[in-house]
């Protein structure tokens, strides 16, 4: 009997110690894990990424990912019982003191099989620069973690067929696309944490704004808010030392550049809303700014009774002619059931330069339009700095809300007022604001609300939350 005790106590003891050394398990349970954290994990993109401030816990969620893809123990996902994984910094140092010291630190000691070192020795690790680790898999395979560094050049990073790639930091372009074909015969994902220190580089362009409309591209940002475990004293110190431009990228981990947004008002979960059937006497107008060889970008827009304007469609397409955009937006008309006069024909704003002639053209844009049934009203404001003040107003009230909601279909508007930045002067930066141009000329015109023919749901929610601001 004492034996089947001693057995017993000894089978419990192993058991604590395992979970006294379980750092995944405690990290799942919410003693560390935040909310976006979670977002990440359960995401099922292949193309994953969080744009973090430093110590918002990105890095916490890329090494626990990776450990779960590994061990074959991934609470939400399709596990795999063998699995091949890179994860990738930017230089050896990086790696052996923040990579590779989370991956050590969230992977249980008894599922590890091997070690294989580059540096160092593997009965210590931690302080050695690791080549592979050799993984236990709960489905009873084994895996591979293995680490590279972007200092090793992108020759190092080729002939691997991969399962997942975990990128700490922003890695450069070659070596990027290079990880991305590696992970193609294995339909493997991909996911990077990083603090983007480096301004408008390659990853805002192909993740942030998505300019290639990936559906499996999938992004969040992290701030130190989101981060309950960091201290509001150490916050408030490190605020007081950073000046904007610092403090968007190491606080809110968002992209930045010492000239700035033209729109920082613009909040994509304030902003986008999922579309839904608009009331026909919502209806207003379309806005057209013309382009040829560049996109012509068309929206329509609507108002409600309370002066909400709505962006709920557009048509942005580059190198087209009058003949297939004025057939696109009949269709798109037809489809949202658009008000037309009694001759049938549409009426928009358009920019006041589709009234210009060429030699090489006998009619203007605006007189092709309407020979095609769009009657184009060229009267519209130009002026920039009086547009992008009326736009910031419509995005952020007094009462603190906004009266500018977009369509979460209109992606080509949400990227542009992702990526509208300041130049040198007074102007913004001439490049990909054809739907900016296009919404100042509307916002200008002054819409006026919908007759009101009782609330809508957006106007009670905002009554909601004025009352709720009073109240504090």
Known sequence: M??????????????NRRREQDNLAKYNTGEKIHAKQIAFHKCGKRNRWVFGGNRSGKTECGAAETVWLATGTHPYRKNRPNVFGWVVSLSMQVQRDVAQKKI???????????????????????YGVVDQIVVKNALGGTSVIGFKSCDQGREKFQGSSLDFVW??????????????????????????????????TFLYEDIYLNRKQD??????????????????????????????????????????????????????????????PVPPAWQDTI?????????????????????NVYVVAEHYCAETGIDEHAEAIHAISDRLGWKRDSRGRLSALIDSAADQRTLAAQRSVSELFYERDILANTNVCKDVFSGIAQVKSYLNRKNGLPDLYIFSCCTNMIREFKGYFWGNGERPVKRDDHAMDELRYYLMSKPF??????????????ERRIRRQKRR
């Open 287 to 307: 806005c057209i700014d013309p382009g040829l060889k560049n996109p012509l970008s068309a929206h329509w827009y609507c108002t409600d009774f309370d002066g």
């Open 167 to 200: 990128f700490d930091e922003e890695p450069p372009r070659e070596i990027y696309e290079e990880c991305r074909m590696r992970l193609l015969d294995r339909e493997g994902e991909l996911f990077g944490t990083m603090t983007p220190l480096k301004g408008l």
């Open 449 to 462: 609300p919908a007759k009101a023919v009782g609330k809508s749901d957006v106007r009670r929610d905002k």
């Open 215 to 276: 559906p499996e591209v999938w992004y969040e940002f992290m701030e130190w808010a989101d981060n309950p475990f960091l201290s509001g004293k150490e916050i408030s110190h490190l605020e007081s030392t950073m000046d904007e431009t610092t403090l968007q990228a190491r606080k809110y981990g968002r992209f930045s550049t010492r000239e700035g947004l033209v729109y920082p008002e613009f909040e994509e979960s304030v902003h986008v809303i999922p579309p839904f």
């Open 2 to 15: 004492d034996e089947i005790i001693e057995k017993i106590r000894a089978i419990e003891e192993e058991q």
């Open 104 to 126: 050590l630190h969230y992977l249980r000691p008894d599922r590890i099989v091997d070690i294989v070192m580059q540096s160092g020795r593997k009965d210590s690790p931690e």
